[in-house]
């Protein structure tokens, strides 16, 4: 025994799976000369350490200050236990004993070290479009369960080859990386083209010679299928919308760098900030005059400009410039992630698919900022931001499954003080979509270890999402539509007692049983009082007015008395529809 040496058992909670956290831990007792060992529990980390007070005090300290990038350290809990004597310090087999709702990583880009590998030519990542280690790379999209090990992600199908095996165990930044591969193992890049496939380097100069052409790639990304091509040529931009049945929405556009969306368009500090957070969303910007061709941006005045976050984007940004980067779906349909369904989309605008065969487990659309008055404002909150929780000043009793609205849907699992957002998937009238939410479910109340006992859902009896939230036998208690948008404001912010909310959010089941909208409640955290509202009037074109800013305000101007409303051209035709 060593003299004044005390044992220790500690819990480490917060993103500490999927960051190199455990490498750090054992790191760092080797520099304090602490025995011991640390293992993956549940989602978070257990320590077993022996060493003198002094030595354990600085090593407890260092664990939050001195945490790798991408860790967010929440709680330390500290035991002492009975002096127990260890030979040097291990990382041990993981377990699941810990009933603690995990806090799991986000997907992250590329990082600085990969990147200067990736173009290192005398590197053996050289070119390896999944170049990654513990501070970059897929995380919460390749996640089956937890604890976060390989053989629970799904690299878990890859056999590392024996030097990434080495550095496995004994390098700087790929110690117990999960997501280690190199150009002899792991995933592998294939480009298919009406069923002839190449592979690796060759597949990857095919696709350059595709895009650069004025061809339209399907590329597969951490969360599902992009279509890819040139943003400057006209030719493919056109394809692309008839591929995707899309007239005048505009397109998202992926820069090989901050300099280059500079020359596209105006960018402050706070959105410089936004473009290079590790979420790396895309950000709408007011446009510059620019070589991309004017299809890409429709009727818009604005860019939706993001940076690449994967090594195989970055690869293609560089080689092909300025890219359009868009979900590999038509519209109104979930983002492809499988590449079955997606080898066997039949469309004559597409070129071929640049995949590999690492499984996807979860889908994820790219997310999509603005900035409003210097504040970051998150328009759908997918890749990158999921599944990290949000923190309100409210704690639930039981788990509650908020179910959202039908529209741009996404749910919510309420645990203790901690709201955990699903990614964006899109509007539930469209089938294949609702039975992505509907797997989202499942796929998030197991990975959490979340048990609803409450069901929250749209007053509306005919909402997908609410017959959804009835199905599952759990206690219902509906939420008037306008009423949910503020309690979410006030909820956000951190709001408390009575609050003037005022809530324009197209149309929603009243408790009169009419439909509502322009609402002005006055709202405490579970009642509100409707103290004014715009008049009732008569609606015309069904769900569409839910949709349609502009057709609800034809409607309300017909009712106003106006003859003539030249913002909207169909304003005649919704006058004939009225007096019918």
């Known amino acids: 025994m060593i003299s004044g040496a005390i044992t220790l058992l500690i ?10 956290f455990r490498p750090f831990v054992k790191k760092l007792a080797d520099e304090n000369k602490i025995s011991g060992e640390v293992k993956n529990d549940g989602g978070i980390v257990i320590i077993y350490a022996t060493a003198k007070e002094k030595a354990m005090n600085n090593f407890i300290h260092s664990l939050k200050a001195l945490a790798p990038y991408g860790a967010v350290v929440d709680q330390i809990e500290v035991q ?8 040097g310090f291990k990382i041990i087999e993981s377990t699941y004993t810990s009933s603690k709702t995990p806090v799991i990583p986000t997907d992250l880009p590329i990082c600085e070290s990969c990147l200067k590998e990736l173009y290192d030519k005398s590197n053996r990542r050289y070119m390896h479009p999944f170049i990654s280690c513990v501070a970059c790379g897929p995380r919460y999209s390749i996640i089956k369960s937890l604890p976060y090990d390989r053989c629970r992600i799904t690299m878990g199908d890859f056999e590392m080859c024996e030097k ?3 550095e496995y165990e004994s390098s700087e930044r790929r110690t117990f990386a999960q997501t280690i591969s190199c150009t002899e193992c792991g995933p592998q890049l294939i480009l298919n083209i009406n069923g002839t496939e190449t592979s690796k380097q060759t597949a990857f100069d095919n696709a350059v010679k595709i895009i650069s052409s004025g061809g339209l790639l399907a590329v597969k990304a951490i969360g599902g299928y992009n279509l890819v091509c040139s943003a400057c040529s006209q030719k493919a931009v056109r394809k692309l919308r008839l591929l995707k049945k899309r007239d005048k929405k505009p397109f998202a556009v992926m820069f090989n760098s901050i300099d280059e969306i500079a020359k596209a368009a105006y960018v402050s500090n706070v959105e410089r900030q936004l473009l290079l957070s590790p979420a790396r969303p895309i950000v709408l910007l007011k446009s510059k005059s620019s070589g991309i061709c004017g299809e890409v941006f429709a009727e818009s005045g604005r860019t939706g400009a993001f940076l690449p976050y994967t090594p195989l984007h970055q690869m293609l940004a560089d080689a092909c410039g300025t890219i359009v980067c868009t979900s590999a779906n038509i519209s109104g349909e979930p983002i492809i ?3 079955e369904k997606m080898l066997s989309f039949v469309s004559e605008h597409l070129d071929g698919v640049l995949y590999n065969k690492r499984e996807i487990a979860a889908s994820l659309d790219d997310s999509v900022a603005c900035v409003i008055a210097d504040k970051p404002q998150l328009i759908r909150r997918s890749r990158g931001y999921v599944p990290s929780p949000i923190i309100i000043n409210a704690v639930a009793a039981e788990p509650i499954f908020a179910a959202g609205g039908d529209l741009k849907s996404s749910f919510c699992l309420l645990s203790g003080g901690s709201a955990y957002l699903s990614q964006y998937f899109g509007d539930l009238d469209n089938q294949a979509v609702a039975e992505v939410y509907e797997n989202a479910y499942k796929h998030m109340t197991q990975l959490f270890g979340i048990k609803p006992k409450f069901a929250a859902c749209d007053m509306h009896p005919l909402y997908n999402s609410s017959r959804f939230a009835k199905s599952l036998g759990l206690e219902v208690v509906q939420i008037q539509h306008h009423f949910a948008h503020i309690a979410s404001v006030m909820a956000e912010h951190k709001l408390s007692g009575n609050i003037i909310g005022v809530a324009f959010d197209g149309t929603g089941y009243g408790d009169d049983g009419a439909v509502w909208g322009g609402e002005f409640l006055i709202c405490g955290s579970s009642s509100y009082v409707r103290a004014a509202h715009l008049e009732y009037t008569q609606m015309c074109g069904g769900d569409n007015a839910a949709k349609n800013a502009l057709l609800c305000a034809a409607c309300y101007m ?23």
């Open 164 to 166: 990434c095996a080495e």
């Open 558 to 580: 017909y009712a106003a008395g106006r003859q003539s409303f030249d913002e909207f051209n169909g304003y005649h035709t919704v006058k004939a529809a009225i007096e019918k």
């Open 11 to 20: 819990h480490i909670y917060g993103v500490v799976q999927g960051v190199g």
């Open 80 to 87: 002492q236990l009975p002096y127990k004597a260890y030979i």
């Open 337 to 339: 992630k499988d590449d």
